[in-house]
Structure formats: structure tokens, C-alpha cells
């Protein structure tokens, strides 16, 4: 494989800051190989789903329960590989798989958007992971500490949802920790407040979304990535 082709996908529907970017780093440390079967969570555009199968010769089982088209299954079709992508209208929160059904489990960006159902969605994802196989997360994640007033009050006003999503790189090892997972990997990206402006001039996000990354000056929201073993 020649360079990073998540960062060669044209056209790219990003529903989140840094998807492309964390996909490489996060499917690298899932330790994804030939044949393996897959589940995402959270399929968005199912760019990152395609890619994966496309690449790495592997079966992804997509998740994606706000889906209303089947646009994922169209990309998939348009790259040569309908036949190794899956989506399917479910929640992690409840999967109708039998137990260590899948290789290896991510989620890019989408699952801060479980919310306090994160614990239940996870202890579903080890059930219907292989022992020995990796689950990984890399999304929107917030620094230690309560956000800064000012950003509050934009998050608060125009309910974003960034306060009650995002939490600490600790929180998720934690969480990842306490379901019996092993840790491999656990970092915030770097270049994380760079995706987030990068997200912002590129995407089609709210006024009040805008203001409150431009205002944050790299003081609170971040990236960040966290990988166990079962």
C-alpha cells in the first residue's frame, strides 16, 4: 500500500474533524489484516468502511442508525467492493450478532455520540468481538477540566451537545479498562485542534459550531484515540 489512502479518497464527506486523518493511526493499531471481518460503528458516508475493505482485503459490517438512503452500499458498489461492505440500520447499544462474531471493532467520531449508553454499546462490542481481537476509538474527546465559561455559554445556547458528548482521553481508557479490555493504545492527536479548524472551513457546520471552535484557541477540544485488546 502506498501512502495513506484515506487522505487519497476524493470528494470526501467528513462528518466529523479529523476522520480521514485518525483512520490510518486507528486501523493500523487494530492490527487489521487480510480477511478478517470488521465491525464499524458509526458508518457515515461509508468512505472510511470502503476504504478499509478496499485496502486491507477485509469484510466491514457498517453501522449506521441515522442512515436514510443506502449511500454507503452505492459508494462501496462505485470502489468494486459491494460484495466485502454491509450497512445496516442498527445501534451498537443492541446487536443481534452471536458472540465473537468480528476480528476487530472502531469507530471513528461517532461513538461520543452514544452518549451515557456508551457503557451498555461497549459491553455489547466485547461480546460480539473474538477474544484476542481489538476495539478501537478515535473521535472528538475534551482536555482535562470543566470547558472554559465562554465556550459554555455558546455550547449551552445553541444546544451542541459538545459539554454532554465529549470526555477525557482518561475517562474512555477507563471505560475501556473497566469492561476488562487491555489497553494498547491511548493518545490525543497532536494535531488535533489543527482538524478541528480544518473541519470547520470545509464543512457545512452551524454559525454557533464555528464560533465555538474558533474561540476555543486549543483550550479544551481535542482528539483522541483509545484501543484495547479483549
Known amino acids: 500500500m502506498n501512502g495513506n489512502p484515506f487522505l487519497k479518497i476524493e470528494q470526501t464527506k ?14 493500523q493499531a ?4 487480510p480477511g478478517m471481518r470488521v465491525l464499524e460503528v458509526g458508518g457515515g458516508s461509508g468512505q472510511i468502511a470502503t476504504t478499509i475493505a478496499k485496502h486491507w482485503d ?3 459490517i457498517t453501522l449506521e442508525p441515522w442512515a436514510k438512503t443506502n449511500e454507503i452500499q452505492e459508494y462501496a458498489a462505485e470502489q468494486g467492493v459491494e460484495n466485502q461492505v454491509l450497512q445496516l440500520k442498527l445501534e451498537a447499544q443492541s446487536l443481534p450478532f452471536a458472540d465473537q462474531t468480528f476480528d476487530a471493532i472502531l469507530s471513528i467520531g461517532s461513538f461520543e455520540m452514544i452518549g451515557d449508553e456508551r457503557p451498555k454499546a461497549l459491553t455489547e462490542l466485547i461480546r460480539v468481538a473474538k477474544k484476542g481481537a481489538h476495539i478501537g476509538i478515535a473521535e472528538p474527546m475534551c482536555k482535562p477540566g470543566e470547558m472554559p465559561s465562554d465556550l459554555a455559554k455558546i455550547d449551552t445556547e445553541h444546544n451542541l451537545g459538545f459539554q454532554k458528548c465529549f470526555s477525557t482521553l482518561d475517562w ?7 469492561h476488562g479490555l487491555k489497553i494498547v493504545d491511548s493518545y490525543y492527536f497532536q494535531e488535533a485542534y489543527s482538524w478541528w479548524l480544518e473541519y470547520r472551513d470545509k464543512n457545512n457546520i452551524s454559525e454557533a459550531e464555528k464560533e465555538l471552535i474558533s474561540n476555543d ?10 484501543v484495547g485488546k479483549k
Open 217 to 226: 484557541q486549543d483550550r479544551w477540544i481535542s482528539l483522541g484515540m483509545v
Open 30 to 33: 487494530l492490527n487489521i489484516k
Open 172 to 178: 474512555n481508557v477507563d471505560l475501556f479498562s473497566s
Open 14 to 27: 467528513a462528518w466529523g474533524p479529523g476522520s480521514f486523518e485518525m483512520a490510518l493511526p486507528l486501523v
Open 58 to 60: 477485509v469484510t466491514v
